[in-house]
T-cell receptor, first 114, second 111 residues
Framework: EDKVVQSPLSLVVHEGDTVTLNCSYEVTNFRSLLWYKQEKKAPTFLFMLTSSGIEKKSGRLSSILDKKELFSILNITATQTGDSAVYLCAVEALGGGSQGNLIFGKGTKLSVKP | DVKVTQSSRYLVKRTGEKVFLECVQDMDHENMFWYRQDPGLGLRLIYFSYDVKMKEKGDIPEGYSVSREKKERFSLILESASTNQTSMYLC??????????FGQGTRLTVV
């Protein structure tokens, strides 16, 4: 059975700290891994990763994929209170005749204290 | 600007009612999805559709059905609502090998 496991499930840090969120997966026919940020409403897209070892970066956020060890990390440096959210990891697995579905982990709830 | 619109932000329905949740996207995407999100369980796929009139079951289809008569619209139907279907429902759409775009969610309470 395909699965995506995120850790930790929740995390409390102070502004300025650096955090690392983890996502491991077991899926057949892996195609890509995606990170989303969810505040009080719709998840918003952060990164899509398809190749091992290539870091994707956007401001203070970065992410990398290891397809051999089947995991990804999301790093946030110099955290701010606006980074408080649930971070979702999703893996796309190809299946049947349709394009891939996204299988989500349970998310990591990040709280950044002033 | 990309847009996925769900018809309601909040809904309260009675047990046994038939409930329709509507989702419309304006990006001409082939793929559309319905998820439910519950604390501690994450997002779970209910149904998805990769073309008009096509549908496939996700992980938790029991108690739900879907309809996709037009490319831009994907409806989730609760045939007879039950209290265990109280949840946040998220619609998403996706075109090609890109990220999925989500609607704002519908928080459904069944009493």
């Amino acid at each position: 059975e395909d699965k995506v496991v995120q850790s930790p499930l929740s995390l409390v840090v102070h502004e300025g700290d650096t955090v690392t969120l983890n996502c491991s997966y077991e899926v057949t026919n892996f195609r890509s891994l995606l990170w989303y940020k969810q505040e009080k409403k719709a998840p918003t897209f952060l990164f899509m990763l398809t190749s091992s070892g290539i870091e994707k970066k956007s401001g203070r956020l970065s992410s990398i994929l290891d397809k051999k060890e089947l995991f990804s990390i999301l790093n946030i440096t110099a955290t701010q209170t606006g980074d408080s959210a649930v971070y979702l990891c999703a893996v796309e697995a190809l299946g049947g005749g349709s394009q891939g579905n996204l299988i989500f982990g349970k998310g990591t709830k990040l709280s950044v204290k002033p | 600007d990309v847009k996925v619109t769900q018809s309601s932000r909040y809904l309260v329905k009675r047990t046994g009612e038939k409930v329709f949740l509507e989702c419309v996207q304006d990006m001409d995407h082939e793929n559309m999805f319905w998820y439910r999100q519950d604390p501690g369980l994450g997002l779970r796929l209910i149904y998805f559709s990769y073309d008009v009139k096509m549908k496939e079951k996700g992980d938790i289809p029991e108690g739900y059905s879907v309809s996709r008569e037009k490319k831009e619209r994907f409806s989730l139907i609760l045939e007879s609502a039950s209290t265990n279907q109280t949840s946040m429902y998220l619609c998403a759409s996706r075109g090609g090998w890109t990220e999925a775009f989500f609607g704002q969610g519908t928080r459904l309470t069944v009493v």
